[in-house]
C-alpha cells in the first residue's frame, strides 16, 4: 500500500479530554455511534457522558450493536431517550420493553440511507472510533458499519482514536459511501474481495470539534461452545449445501456463503471445515466475521471473506491483531450498506443462512418478538440476507429451554422474515425445504422434518384443527393463541 | 431505430395450430408463461390446453398476473396443479382457498433467479406472447415481466404471435438479464428512461417448438371511478409530499414515484396532476403503468415511465396504441427483475406508494391473506417497493364494506411487509409518520391520524388493554383474536 498510513494523528487536530469533548453534546443530542458487531465503537466519550450527571435525553444512532460503555452505561445513567437500530445488552433490552428507552428496530443496510436521507433523525453529532485520523479523514478501526454516512450526515464529528486497536486495521478496510440518490450510480463491486475505495473515511474538516484518546479495548463476543444441537444443525445444513452443490451450474465452481451472528452461526462456520466443497471455491459474503471464518481461513478452506465487522472473541482479536496484514489478503470490511447490499447479495447468488426465536409451521420467522411483544435484540442484517439471497436457511434448534418449548410454533405473532423470504429451514431434527410449496405443504415439511418429537402430536393436532377452518394457510387463531410460546 | 423489426415473422419459423403445439405440452408439464398486470400473457395455447379434454396436472409459473384464458379457463378445466407467484381472478382464488391449487405467493422481482437458478421449479417450456419472432429472438407484445429469464430457463420455447398487439410495442422494449451469479455485473441502469438492451428477447434456436397465431386482446384492467376515498387520500398524499420535497436534497430536483397497481394507485396516479411539484422533473420508477400515468405524460406532468407492463383499461390500451412510438418516447418497459431490482429502487430514491389489505396499529402491513387464512391475490412487487423505497408509504381507506370493517387493527395476523420496512400510512383520514417512532408512538400516530372515527374508541381500548400486557409491542393476543376483522 503506497499510503499507508504510519501515524496515528496526521496535522492540526483539536485534541481535548473525553470530558471536555462530551460537554460539546448537547442534552438532547442525536448522536450517531461507529461501531457493529459490538466492536468498533465509542468509548471513552459515551463513558465521559454517562458519568458527567448531566440530564441527558440522547438519541443514539449505531450501525448495529455496540458495547457496555453505550448500551449499558450510559442506558443505567438514564442518558437515552432514542435509540436505533438494534441494542443487544440486557439493561437496554429491559428499557425498551418497558418503554423507557424508543426503540426502532430496522434492518441495517439501509440505516445508513434512513439516516442521511430518509428523514430518520436530524443528526447533530457523530462519534467515532478510529486507529488514526488527519485534519479531513479518520481510518475506522474493527468494524466500519455505517460510519462513512453517519460522518456524511451530521453536523459535527468526534474521533476517538483508540490506541489498543492495531493501526494495521487500515489493510482490511475499503470504504465506499454510494453517491446521494437520485444520481446514485451502481455499486462497482464485481468480486467479493475486490477494492473500489481506500482505508480512509473522509469527511469535511469544519466538523471536527475534537479528537479524542482511549485505550479501552471492545465488549467482544462470548461464544458457548458448540453443543451437539449445534452440530446436528451443521451436518443437516452440510446435507443439505451438498445436495445444492449438484442442483445448479450457479455453485458450479464457487460458493458464497453467509451466516448471521452468534453462537449458532460461529459454530456453523467452525463446522463446515469438514465439509466436501469438492474443490470449489469457497467465499463469505456476509455482515460479520468471526472466528469460525478465521479457522476455515487459517486452514486453507476459504477463499475470502467479505463482511463489515470483525466480530471475534477476545481470542480471535488476539489472533487477528498478531498478524492483520497476512489476513487482509482474504479479509475486507466494508460499510453495511455495501457488505448488505441488496443487489450484491443477488449478484454473488449467496446462500444465506441466519437464525431466528422461532418459525412458524408455514414458514414465517420471528427473529426479535417474544410472543409478539417483547424486544429482544433486533432484526440486524437478517431480512437483508432472507431476503435477497438466492437460497435463504433459516437455522435454529428445535426447541430452548432444555426442551420445555418448541420453536416451531403454529403461528408467529410477531414475522420479520416472511412466508415469501425463506427457502429452507434446518433444524438439529433435519431439514424442510419450502421451495414451491403451498402453506399447507409447508407445514407437513416443517413438522415432519424440523420439529422436536416431544411437539410433533401437538403440531399436528393444530394444522388439523386449523385444516377445518380451510383457507391457504389454515389457521385457528383462538387455538393459536393458546400454544405456550 | 435502425434494427427496427418490420414484420412478424423472419425466418425458417415452426408455425403450428394451437391444438397442434398444446399437444406437446406433457400433462403435468412447469409452464412458465409470459404476462405481467393481466396482459402481455399467452392466449390461444393456454385456451387450447383447457379445451383438449386431457387430465392436465400443470405447473403454471407467471411474472405476475394474467388473464382469464389462464386463470379461469384453466383453472375451471381443472389442468392446474401448482400456481407461483401470484393470481387474481375469483376462479383461480378459491381453488387456492380451498388447496386444489397448490399456491406459493413470491416476491416478483426475484421470481426469474428462482426459477432460473433458485430450485423454484424445472421447467419444461416456456409460452411466451410476442409481437414478432425470429428463429432466434422473439419481440414481448404489452408487458415484459419474466420472459428473459423464463425463455432461458425453459427446456422448449412456444411462441404465440398476437396481431391484436401493434408491432409499434417494441419501441418501448429495453430486455436486459442480468447474468447468471456468482459473476452477475451490476445492472448498468443510470438514468430511468436509460438503454440498456433492446427489444428482443434472445434465446437458442434449438429450443422453439412451435409458433402459434392468435388476435385475442388482453383481458384490460376496469378501474372504479375515484372515490371521495380515494380523493382524500391522494389529497393526504400529496400534502405528505409537499413537505418532503421541502426536506432533503434528493427531492430538490427530481422526485421519483410508484404506485402499486390497483384501482386506489390508479386513482392516486390521476389525482397527482393537480399537485405542485414546483418545477421539479417527476419520474415513475415502478411496476405498472397505469392510466392515470398516461394522463400525466399527456399533460405534461411527468418527465417519464419505467416499469414492467402496461397495465392499463381497453380505453387506455387504445389511446397508448394509436401512437406508440411517441409514447416510447417516455416509456420504458424492462423485465421485472429490472423494473423492481433493489438496488434500482435503491439508486433513485424512490417514494413508493402501495396499499394493503390492512395494516396494525404497530405498522405492520398484510396484503395478501384475510385473518391470516384467506388468499386474496398476492404480494406482487409490493415488498420489493415498500423493502427499498427511500421512503416507503402505505395508501389504504381505513375502512371497507362501507365503513363496517375497520383497515386498521390491533394485530394483523398475516405480515407481508413487517414493521422494519414502512415509513408512512395513509388513509382518507390523514397521515401517520412513522419514521423514528417506537411501537408504542406508532400506534399512537395511527389511531390517531388513520382510523376512521368509528372505531377509534375500540382501537385505544385495545392498546390500553394492551399496555398492560406491557413490553415493547404490547399485545393482548386473546382480544385480538377477538377483533372482528
Chains 1, 2 share one sequence.
Not at 187 to 206: Q, T, W, Y
Not at 399 to 425: A, N
Not at 468 to 473: A, D, M, R, S, V
Amino acid at each position: 500500500m503506497s499510503d499507508r498510513v504510519t501515524e496515528r494523528y496526521a496535522g492540526e487536530l483539536p485534541m481535548a479530554e473525553a470530558d471536555d469533548a462530551a460537554d460539546r453534546v448537547a442534552d438532547d443530542a442525536v448522536v450517531l455511534v461507529s461501531g457493529f458487531g459490538s466492536v468498533g465503537y465509542p468509548k471513552a466519550l459515551p463513558l465521559a457522558l454517562a458519568d458527567s450527571g448531566r440530564d441527558l435525553e440522547l438519541t443514539v444512532v449505531s450501525g448495529g450493536s455496540v458495547g457496555e460503555e453505550i448500551d449499558t452505561a450510559l442506558v443505567e445513567a438514564d442518558a437515552i431517550a432514542r435509540r436505533y437500530p438494534y441494542q443487544s445488552t440486557p439493561e437496554a433490552r429491559e428499557k425498551v420493553n418497558n418503554n423507557e428507552i424508543a426503540f426502532s428496530d430496522r434492518n441495517v443496510s439501509s440505516l445508513g440511507d434512513e439516516v442521511q436521507y430518509g428523514g430518520l433523525v436530524d443528526p447533530d453529532v457523530a462519534i467515532v472510533e478510529a486507529v488514526a485520523v488527519g485534519e479531513d479523514w479518520l481510518i475506522p478501526s474493527t468494524s466500519i458499519g455505517q460510519t462513512p454516512a453517519f460522518v456524511d450526515a451530521a453536523e459535527k464529528l468526534i474521533v476517538e482514536v483508540n490506541h489498543n486497536q492495531p493501526l494495521e486495521l487500515q489493510a482490511v478496510h475499503d470504504v465506499y459511501r454510494p453517491d446521494a440518490p437520485p444520481n446514485r450510480e451502481p455499486i462497482p463491486l464485481s468480486e467479493p474481495d475486490g477494492r473500489i475505495g481506500d482505508a480512509k473515511v473522509r469527511f469535511d474538516p469544519e466538523k471536527l470539534l475534537a479528537v479524542v484518546e482511549t485505550d479501552r479495548p471492545d465488549s467482544t463476543y462470548t461464544f458457548r461452545d458448540p453443543t451437539d444441537d449445534d452440530r446436528a444443525i451443521a451436518r443437516n445444513f452440510g446435507s443439505f449445501l451438498a445436495e445444492e452443490m449438484e442442483r445448479t451450474p450457479v455453485f458450479e465452481e464457487e460458493l458464497y456463503l453467509q451466516f448471521g451472528v452468534g453462537s449458532l452461526g460461529n459454530a456453523l462456520m467452525g463446522e463446515l471445515i469438514d465439509l466436501d466443497f469438492a474443490g470449489r471455491d469457497v467465499v463469505y459474503f456476509g455482515e460479520v466475521i468471526q472466528d469460525g471464518l478465521l479457522d476455515m481461513l487459517d486452514a486453507g478452506r476459504l477463499e475470502c471473506a467479505s463482511a463489515t465487522t470483525l466480530a471475534l472473541t477476545e481470542e480471535g482479536q488476539q489472533r487477528l491483531f498478531e498478524d492483520v496484514e497476512g489476513y487482509a489478503e482474504d479479509i475486507v470490511l466494508r460499510p453495511t450498506d455495501v457488505s448488505n447490499d441488496a443487489r450484491l447479495i443477488n449478484q454473488f447468488g449467496v446462500v444465506g443462512v441466519n437464525s431466528a426465536i422461532e418459525v412458524d409451521i408455514y414458514g414465517h420467522a420471528n427473529s426479535t418478538h417474544v410472543r409478539g411483544s417483547k424486544a429482544i435484540n433486533g432484526v440486524g442484517g437478517s431480512g437483508d440476507f432472507n431476503r435477497n439471497s438466492l437460497v435463504s436457511v433459516c437455522a435454529l434448534p428445535s426447541t430452548l429451554k432444555g426442551g420445555e418449548i418448541s420453536r416451531i410454533v403454529p403461528m408467529s405473532f410477531h414475522v420479520d422474515h416472511t412466508e415469501h423470504d425463506l427457502d429452507v429451514i434446518v433444524t438439529e431434527q433435519g431439514v424442510a425445504d419450502l421451495r414451491g410449496t403451498s402453506p399447507v405443504e409447508r407445514a407437513e415439511e416443517i413438522i415432519e422434518n424440523c420439529a422436536h418429537p416431544s411437539f410433533k402430536p401437538a403440531l399436528w393436532e393444530y394444522f388439523e384443527a386449523a385444516k377445518e377452518q380451510g383457507g391457504h394457510i389454515p389457521h385457528d387463531l383462538k387455538r393459536a393463541v393458546e400454544w405456550p410460546n
